[in-house]
């Protein structure tokens, strides 16, 4: 089944304390993204990538960094997660960087006191 | 600064009738149109789209207008079901590229018997 997985779906933590959420699709899609959805803001690029390798900025990217080593995995890592990056995150990919249909993932609730 | 704007949190509506959600845009460089669909604990999915070369297009009870001069789209359910019931997200890109992928805030639209 075509699909993009993210893990965890919940995640509880701690100020200051390094977590890495994953991404990874069975698309061969060369394009992904990382969004946080807040209340009455929608949703909100944190980073993409074009390819492996290639990664840019987003709208939000402060406290946030990617890595793009192999096609399929995207995983997000906020180095020293603070409260104001609770929110729900969505990993999404594409066939292309010019493709507009977007598969996003289930979703990660994280929580940081 | 909200480039695409639903000003509409909430829209309820009776089963049957037609649903129609709307969506503000303010940067004139955008050129595709997107509605994506949530539904609660899961990612959104792609829904209808339509480009800036047309003002409507249509897929099943789904219809897309564009109002390029007032930069306004709108989505059309008819006849609604209570499936439909979710949250609507707009967005909107440049060049039709998904590296930038512009979202609303969303309507939740609620379907009732």
């Known amino acids: 089944e075509a699909q993009v997985t993210q893990n965890p779906r919940y995640l509880i933590t701690v100020t200051g304390k390094k977590l890495t959420v994953t991404c990874s699709q069975n698309?061969?899609?060369?394009?992904m993204s990382w969004y946080r959805q807040d209340p009455g803001l929608g949703l909100r690029q944190i980073y993409y990538?074009?390819?492996?390798?290639?990664?840019d900025k987003g709208d939000v990217p402060e406290g946030y960094k990617v890595s793009r080593k192999e096609k399929r995995n995207f995983p997000l890592i906020l180095e020293s997660p603070s409260p104001n990056q609770t929110s729900l995150y969505f990993c999404?990919?594409?066939?292309?960087?010019?493709?507009?249909?977007?598969?996003f993932g289930s979703g990660t609730q994280l929580s940081v006191l | 600064d909200q480039q695409v704007k639903q000003n509409s949190p909430s829209l309820s509506v009776q089963e049957g009738r037609i649903s129609i959600l709307n969506c503000d845009y303010t940067?004139?460089?955008?050129?595709?149109f997107l509605w994506y669909k949530k539904y609660p604990a899961e990612g959104p999915t792609f829904l209808i789209s339509?480009?800036?070369?047309?003002d409507k297009n249509e897929d099943g009870r789904f219809t897309v207008f564009l109002n390029k001069s007032a930069k306004h789209l709108s989505l059309h359910i008819v006849p609604s079901q209570p499936g439909d019931s979710a949250v609507y997200f707009c967005?909107?890109?440049?060049?039709?590229?998904?590296?930038?992928?512009?979202f609303g805030q969303g309507t939740r639209l609620t379907i009732n018997p």
């Open positions: 940067n004139s460089m955008f050129d595709y």
């Open positions: 339509i480009s800036s070369i047309k």
């Open positions: 967005a909107a890109s440049a060049n039709q590229g998904a590296q930038k992928l512009v």
């Open positions: 990538s074009m390819n492996v390798e290639v990664t």
């Open positions: 698309m061969n899609h060369e394009y």
């Open positions: 999404a990919s594409s066939l292309s960087w010019g493709g507009e249909k977007l598969f």
